[in-house]
C-alpha cells in the first residue's frame, strides 16, 4: 500500500487517516467542518465579513505621505493640454515633447526632484511614479538626468563634482547620460571593455573604446540631448614594471559630449542613434563610441578610488571587487524606482480592467438582464488575484522606500546588502509580474482593451523593459539566491542574520523537522485565514527550498566546479528567489493590515491579503502535497476558500480600486472613465 495515499477507491479515508482527521479536528482552533459540508455554509464566516469599505479611509492609509507633491505634477500637466502626449506621434516628435515635458515640469512647474534623491527618496519616488504615469517616457527621461547621471555624479563623486555639477543637472542645463552597457556586454558590468588610461604628462584621462563591442549601447539621453556621460571605463594605471601598466577595474568618469553653446558633438566622439523601440520612444538611446578623447584628471567620479597627480592609486576599499560592489551598491536607487513605478503601472491597469469588467455586460440567464463580466467566476479568477497583488506590492514597494531611505542616512553594512538584495528581488519580481498582468488585462476586456485610447499597448510595451534594464531580471533573482545562500552557511556558523533574513532561523529549524501530520489537516476556514498559518507556508517553502539548493550545490560542486555547479541548480535557484520575495511581500502585507487603524478598513485589507496569500499558495499547492505539508482536503479547502474570497473582493472590487485614488487623466482610457464609460468612449470615436 501507499503510504501516502489517504483515501481508498470509493474515497472513503482509511483508518489510520480517519484517526488523525478527527484528531486534527480536536486540536483545530475553529470548528472541524466536515467536507462534505457544501462551501456556501463551511464559508458563512467569511460571509459575515464586513464589506462595506470606505474608500476615503481606506485611500488616506493607502496614498502615504506624498499625494500633495503627486497632486502637483498632475495640476501642472493638467494646466499644459499643450504638453500632453498624443496617441500618434513620431519617435522624434516624442522626443522633443519629452524634453519640453521634462523642462516645462522642473523650470515651469517648479518640481525639483534631484535634491530628494538625496535628502527624501521617498519623495522622489512618488514623483517618478506620477510623472510616469503622465507618460512612461518622461518617467524614464526624468529617471536618467536624476537617477542615473545626476545619481552617479554626486553619490559616485566627492565635493567637487557636487560644486560643480548640482545645480546644472537640477535646472537640466546639464542633460546628462549613464553609460555603462556596451554592445557585447549588459549584465556583466565586470566585463566592460572601454578603458580611461591616466596620461601623467598631461594630468588627463584618455578615454576610448578599444573595439566594435565596446561601443556605449542603449544610452538614454544620448542620440539627442545630453551634453555629458558618466562613463564606466577600466582604469588604467601607468607603472613601471615590465608591463607598464596596470587594469584597476571599472571606475566611472564625467565625459562631456556635445558642446555647451553649439551642442556638436566634441571631437573624438561618435554618437550613433538606437532607432525606434518598441517603447518608450520619448527617450533618445543612442550608441557611444570614443577615440582618444582627453578628460582632466578630475573628471575621475572618486569616492571610491582616486589617482594622485604623479599617478598613485588610493582607495579606502581593500580589493578591486569591494569597489566595484561599493560602486553598483550606490546605483540600487535605480531598482527601487523601477520597482516602485512598476505598481504605479500595474494601479492604473488594473483599474482600466476592472472598472471596464464591472460595466461590461454579456450574455445571462434566460429572459434576465445580462450580467456583468466580473460576475463570471473566470473573469474574477482573472483579476481579483491581481487586485490583491497590487495591494500587496504597494506595501512591500513603500517598505523598500523606506529601507532604502533608512541606508541613505546610516550607510550601515547589514543594510546596505539587505537593502541590494531586496531591490534586486522586488524589481524582478514585481516587473515580471506586472507585464504578464498588463496582457491579462488587454485581454480581459475584449476588442475595447486593443484600441490604443485605452492604453493598454502603450503600458505594455513601455514597461516591458522595466524587466532588463537596471539588471536583467533572471540575473537579479540569482543574486537574492546567492544572499540567502550566503546567509545561511553564516546561520550554521553560527553568524547573525540580516533583518529581512530574520525568520529563516525559526522556518529552517521547523522544515529539518518533518511536516505535521495534524495541522496539515486542519481546513477550517479560522486556520486557513489566519496569517501565522500563511506565513509560516510561505517560509517553509522558502526553507525548504534554501536547504535543498545548498545540498544540492555542494554535491553539484565537487564535479562541476562552482559555476558548473550554479548553472546545473539555477532553476531551484530562481524559484528560491521568487519564493522568498513572496514571503517579504506577505509580511509586509500582513504588517499594513494590522496597523491599519480604522476598523472596517482593516477588514477590507484583510479580505485581499487573505486573498493574496492563499492564490498563491494554491499556485504552488503540488510542493506542499508533495511532501504532505499539507493533505488532500486542505488542498481542497484552500482552493475553494480562494474562489470565494475572490467573489468576495469582486463586491467591492470598485471601492478597491478607487483607493488607489488615479485622477482621471491618469487612468485616462474612455472605457475606465468613473461615469458613463461608452459615451465617452464613443465620443473619442466622434460620434
Ligand atoms: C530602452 C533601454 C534603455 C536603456 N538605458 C540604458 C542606459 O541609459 N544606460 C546603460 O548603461 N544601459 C542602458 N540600457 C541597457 C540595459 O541596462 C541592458 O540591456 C541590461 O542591463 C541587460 O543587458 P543585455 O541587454 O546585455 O542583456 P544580456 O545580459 O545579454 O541578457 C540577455 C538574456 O540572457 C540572460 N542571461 C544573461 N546572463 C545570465 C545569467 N548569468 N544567467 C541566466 N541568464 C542570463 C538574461 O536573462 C536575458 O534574458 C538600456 C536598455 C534599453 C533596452
Known amino acids: 500500500m501507499d503510504h501516502n495515499q489517504t483515501t481508498g477507491a470509493a474515497g472513503e479515508s482509511y483508518p489510520s487517516t480517519r484517526r488523525i482527521q478527527r484528531l486534527s479536528g480536536h486540536l483545530s482552533p475553529s470548528e472541524h467542518i466536515h467536507p462534505s459540508i457544501p462551501p456556501q455554509l463551511r464559508l458563512q464566516a467569511c460571509a459575515r465579513v464586513n464589506l462595506e469599505v470606505d474608500t476615503e479611509k481606506l485611500s488616506v492609509y493607502m496614498r502615504g505621505k506624498h499625494r500633495e507633491l503627486q497632486d502637483k505634477v498632475y495640476e501642472y500637466f493638467n494646466s499644459k493640454p499643450e504638453l500632453k502626449t498624443p496617441l500618434e506621434i513620431s519617435k522624434d516628435d516624442h522626443r522633443e515633447l519629452c524634453m519640453r515635458q521634462l523642462l516645462g515640469l522642473v523650470r515651469e512647474g517648479g518640481i525639483r526632484p534631484f535634491c530628494h534623491v538625496f535628502d527624501d527618496p521617498g519623495k522622489y519616488f512618488a514623483l ?64 566592460l571593455q572601454t578603458v580611461a588610461k591616466f596620461d601623467p604628462l598631461t594630468d588627463e584621462f584618455v578615454i576610448d573604446t578599444p573595439n566594435d563591442g565596446a561601443i556605449k549601447w542603449w ?33 566611472a568618469f564625467i565625459v562631456p559630449i556635445r558642446d555647451m553653446k553649439t551642442h556638436q558633438t566634441l571631437p573624438g566622439i561618435e554618437i550613433q542613434d538606437c532607432g525606434h523601440k518598441i517603447g518608450l520612444n520619448g527617450v533618445d538611446n543612442g550608441a557611444l563610441r570614443f577615440c582618444s578623447v582627453r578628460i582632466p584628471r578630475e573628471n575621475l567620479l572618486n ?20 569597489r566595484f560592489a561599493a560602486t553598483l551598491g550606490e546605483l540600487v536607487g535605480g531598482r527601487v524606482g523601477l520597482a516602485y513605478s512598476s505598481v504605479g503601472v500595474l494601479k492604473i491597469a488594473v483599474t482600466v480592467a476592472i472598472r471596464y469588467s464591472l460595466l461590461r455586460q454579456q450574455f445571462g440567464p434566460p429572459k434576465q438582464p445580462e450580467v456583468s463580466i466580473l460576475d463570471y467566476q473566470s473573469h474574477q479568477h482573472k483579476l481579483m488575484p491581481m487586485l490583491a497583488s497590487t495591494y500587496a506590492f504597494h506595501f512591500a514597494t513603500l517598505h523598500l522606500v523606506e529601507k532604502y531611505s533608512e541606508m ?105 523537522s518533518q511536516p505535521n501530520p495534524v495541522t496539515a489537516r486542519w481546513e477550517g476556514e479560522d486556520h486557513l485565514r489566519d496569517p501565522k498559518f500563511q506565513l509560516d507556508a510561505f517560509r517553509y517553502r522558502t526553507s525548504r527550498l534554501l536547504q535543498s539548493a545548498a545540498v ?44 491599519c487603524p480604522d476598523p472596517s478598513t482593516q477588514a477590507a485589507l484583510k479580505l485581499v491579503c487573505d486573498l493574496y496569500a492563499l492564490e498563491r499558495i494554491w499556485k504552488d499547492i503540488g510542493t506542499y502535497r508533495n511532501v504532505d505539508y499539507m493533505a488532500p482536503n486542505k488542498a481542497k479547502a484552500i482552493h475553494k476558500l480562494t474562489e470565494y474570497l475572490s467573489f468576495l473582493v469582486r463586491n467591492v472590487a470598485r471601492e478597491l480600486v478607487d483607493a488607489f485614488d488615479l485622477p482621471d487623466h491618469v487612468t485616462r482610457a474612455p472605457i475606465a472613465m468613473k461615469s458613463d464609460a461608452y459615451s465617452h468612449y464613443t465620443q473619442y470615436v466622434g460620434f
Open 303 to 322: 569616492r571610491f578610488g582616486d589617482v594622485s597627480r604623479d599617478g598613485k592609486y588610493t582607495s579606502s576599499l581593500p580589493t578591486i571587487n569591494k
Open 408 to 512: 541613505k542616512k546610516t550607510h550601515d553594512d547589514q543594510l546596505v546588502s539587505d537593502v541590494h538584495a531586496l531591490s534586486a528581488g522586488l524589481k524582478a519580481y514585481i516587473t515580471s509580474y506586472t507585464a504578464k498582468s498588463l496582457s491579462a488585462c488587454r485581454e480581459a476586456c475584449g476588442g475595447h482593451g486593443y484600441a490604443a485610447v485605452n492604453r493598454f499597448g502603450s503600458l505594455r510595451n513601455d514597461h516591458d523593459i522595466f524587466q532588463t534594464f537596471e539588471g536583467d531580471n533572471t540575473v537579479l533573482l540569482q543574486q537574492v539566491a546567492a544572499d540567502l545562500l550566503k546567509q545561511y552557511k553564516e546561520k550554521f556558523q553560527g553568524g547573525t542574520l540580516a533583518v529581512t533574513w530574520n525568520y529563516l532561523r525559526e522556518s529552517m529549524n521547523t522544515y529539518l
Open 128 to 191: 517618478l511614479e506620477a510623472i510616469g504615469s503622465v507618460d512612461m517616457s518622461l518617467g524614464i527621461k526624468m529617471g536618467v538626468q536624476y537617477s542615473l547621471w545626476g545619481g552617479s555624479v554626486i553619490n559616485l563623486g566627492t565635493k567637487r563634482h557636487r560644486d560643480k555639477y548640482f545645480d546644472a543637472i537640477d535646472s537640466v542645463e546639464y542633460p546628462g547620460c549613464f553609460a555603462m552597457t556596451e554592445l557585447h556586454h549588459g549584465s556583466n558590468v565586470q566585463g
Open 552 to 595: 544540492r550545490l555542494r554535491k553539484h560542486t565537487k564535479t562541476l566546479g562552482s559555476f558548473g555547479a550554479w548553472n546545473r541548480c539555477l532553476n531551484h535557484l530562481l524559484t528560491l528567489g521568487e519564493s522568498h520575495i513572496e514571503s517579504v511581500i506577505l509580511a509586509k502585507f500582513i504588517e499594513a493590515v494590522q496597523r
Open 219 to 251: 544610452i538614454g539621453n544620448a542620440a539627442v540631448h545630453g551634453k555629458f556621460a558618466t562613463v564606466f571605463a577600466r582604469l588604467i594605471l601607468p607603472t613601471h614594471d615590465a608591463r607598464g601598466t596596470t587594469d584597476m577595474g571599472v571606475h
